[in-house]
C-alpha cells in the first residue's frame, strides 16, 4: 500500500482538498467521493527553498538529495557559492549574500533550509537566526547572561510567516557525510503521518546550573499526557530506551545515546552553552543527536548563559508538533529568543499531519489532531464554485481529535476558521480560498 497517498495533499493555496473515497454499504469503486476542505495548518514541500553552496561538494549532494526525496521543485533549489571550512562567516560577506538570496527567492517561499554544517554561526548570532532576521546585534546579548531580542515567531500558530511576519525561518540539514544526511533525511520522510506512539522524555538531571527547564517539566506532563506518554525522569541519562520520540535534557555530554533507539521524527536537545558549535566544541555538539538518530535538534553558538528564553520550550514545541506542524514549525515557535541558537535537522518531517475518515449514514466522523482550539464554520456547495451554504459552527477544544460532521450530499465541505465575532450567516459564502486544487486519491487507498 501507497502510505503516502492515504493522506491529504496541501496546496500552496489558503486551503487544501483531499478526495476522499468512503465505504457505506457500496464497494468503494461505486461509492460517491466527498471533497474535504481543510484550513492551510503548515507549511507546504513547495514553500521550502533549499540553500546549496556551489563550492562544498557536500552541500550540493545534500540538496540535491532532498530536493529529490522531497520532490520539491528544481526552482526551490537556491545556490550560493562561499569558501567552505570555516565555523563563522564574517557579517560583511553574509551580508551580502543575505541580499543575493533575498533578491533570488521566489517569492512564495516562505521558510529556508542550508546543506551544510559549517559555518553555523555568523558574528554573534547563529546562522539560521541571521539568515532569518539579518544580522543585527539585537539578537545577541549585549552583556554577560543579558536577554536578546524576541522572535516574533515565538508562539506564532500560523503557517505562512513570510507573508504574516515578514521572515523566513531556517534550519540546517546539518550532517559530517552523505550517509548521515541521506539517513536523516529519510527518518524524517518515513515519520510523516506516521502518528508514532513514542514517549517524551523531560530528563531533569543534576547539573543544576543546566536543569532549568526541569521547573516546566509537571504542567508540560500535565498537558501533554492525555496525547502522547508522557514521562518525568530523574536520571543524568536515559538508557535502553526503544520508543523515544522527544528528550529534553541539560547537561554538557549527554551519555548512552547509542543505547537508544529514536522514532522517526524524534526531536531531542539538552541544554548547554554550545550545544550550537556543531564543529570544535568542548561540549557535546547538538549534531550528536542527529548521529544517534533524531530528526531534529537545536544548540546555542554563543554563551547564552541558562536562560530558559534562549533554549526550546518542550511543552511549546510538543503542543505544536503533535498537532500536525513541520519540524521548523515547531521548533522555531518553541524559542522566544532564537538569536544565539541554531536550528538543525529534517525541516519538513510531520508525524502528526495525518488525516481519516469514516463514512457512517448521513455523517462523517473525522480523526485529525489538525485543528488548533477555535470555532470553525463548516459550509457546503453541490460544486466547487458555489454557492457555499453554511451547516453551522463548531469549537475545538484542547486535545480534541474526534468531530462528528453532517454530510448533506456528496460535493464540497469546507472548515474555516471563524472568527468570534463572525456569525455563521456572514462566514457563509465567503470561503477563504485563492484557488482549490482538487487532489484524486486513488479508490481502494483510504
Known amino acids: 500500500m501507497n502510505t503516502a497517498a492515504m493522506h491529504p495533499v496541501i496546496t500552496r493555496s489558503s486551503w487544501c482538498t483531499a478526495l476522499l473515497c468512503l465505504l457505506a454499504l457500496r464497494p468503494c469503486a461505486a461509492a460517491a467521493p466527498v471533497h474535504l476542505v481543510l484550513p492551510k495548518y ?11 553552496n556551489d563550492a562544498d561538494t557536500l552541500s550540493v549532494q545534500i540538496g540535491e538529495y532532498y530536493i529529490k526525496a522531497r520532490g520539491l521543485p528544481p526552482s526551490n533549489l537556491l545556490h550560493v557559492r562561499f569558501q567552505p571550512g570555516h565555523r563563522s562567516m564574517p557579517v560583511d560577506e553574509f551580508s551580502h549574500l543575505k541580499a543575493a538570496l533575498e533578491r533570488g527567492t521566489p517569492a512564495h517561499i516562505q521558510a529556508y533550509a542550508v546543506t551544510w ?22 539578537w545577541c546579548s549585549a552583556h554577560t547572561c543579558a536577554t536578546t531580542r524576541h522572535s516574533p515567531y515565538y508562539g506564532y500558530t500560523g503557517s505562512s510567516p513570510r507573508d504574516d511576519l515578514g521572515i523566513r525561518p531556517s534550519i540546517s540539514i546539518a550532517a559530517a557525510s552523505l550517509a548521515d544526511a541521506r539517513a536523516l533525511i529519510d527518518r524524517g520522510i518515513a515519520a510523516d503521518g506516521s502518528l508514532p506512539e513514542g514517549t517524551a522524555y523531560l530528563v531533569s538531571t543534576s547539573n543544576k546550573a543546566r536543569n532549568v527547564r526541569a ?51 524524534a526531536v531531542a536537545d539538552h541544554l548547554t552553552s554550545a550545544g550550537g558549535k556543531l564543529t570544535g566544541s568542548r561540549q557535546m555538539s547538538a549534531l550528536r543527536w542527529l548521529q544517534a538518530g533524531a530528526t531534529g535538534s537545536y544548540g546555542t553558538v554563543v554563551e547564552p548563559c541558562n536562560l530558559p528564553a534562549k533554549f526550546p520550550n518542550p511543552g511549546i514545541l510538543m503542543a505544536s508538533y503533535t498537532s500536525g506542524r513541520t519540524l521548523i514549525e515547531a521548533y522555531w515557535q518553541s524559542v522566544q529568543q532564537p538569536g544565539e ?28 489532531r489538525l485543528l488548533l482550539p477555535g470555532k470553525y464554520a463548516l459550509l457546503y456547495a453541490d460544486i466547487l464554485a458555489g454557492p457555499w451554504r ?29 472568527p468570534a465575532d463572525r456569525t455563521a450567516a456572514e462566514i457563509r459564502g465567503q470561503p477563504k480560498r485563492k484557488s482549490l486544487g482538487i487532489t484524486t486519491i486513488p479508490p481502494g487507498e483510504i
Not at 554544517?117 to 539585537?138: H, I, K, N, W
Not at 535537522?345 to 448521513?362: K, M, Q, S, W
Open 117 to 138: 554544517t559549517e559555518p553555523y554561526r555568523v558574528g554573534c548570532m547563529s546562522f539560521t537566526a541571521a539568515l532569518t532576521f539579518g544580522f543585527d546585534r539585537s
Open 215 to 265: 521547573r516546566l517539566y509537571p504542567r508540560i506532563q500535565a498537558t501533554m499526557q492525555e496525547r502522547i506518554n508522557t514521562q518525568i525522569v530523574e536520571t543524568d541519562a536515559l538508557h535502553d530506551r526503544d520508543d523515544v520520540l522527544f528528550y529534553f535534557t541539560g547537561v554538557t555530554w549527554v551519555a548512552g545515546l547509542d543505547t537508544l533507539n529514536f522514532l522517526p521524527g
Open 341 to 368: 541558537g541554531i536550528f538543525i535537522g529534517e525541516p519538513l518531517a510531520a508525524p502528526y499531519d495525518n488525516v481519516r475518515i469514516e463514512a457512517e449514514d448521513h455523517r462523517l466522523r473525522l480523526f485529525t
Open 42 to 52: 503548515r507549511l507546504q514541500p513547495d514553500e521550502l527553498a533549499v540553500i546549496i
Open 390 to 418: 453554511s451547516l453551522g459552527v463548531f469549537a475545538v477544544s484542547r486535545n480534541r481529535d474526534e468531530f462528528v460532521l453532517p454530510r448533506p450530499g456528496n460535493g464540497y465541505m469546507q472548515i474555516q476558521a471563524a
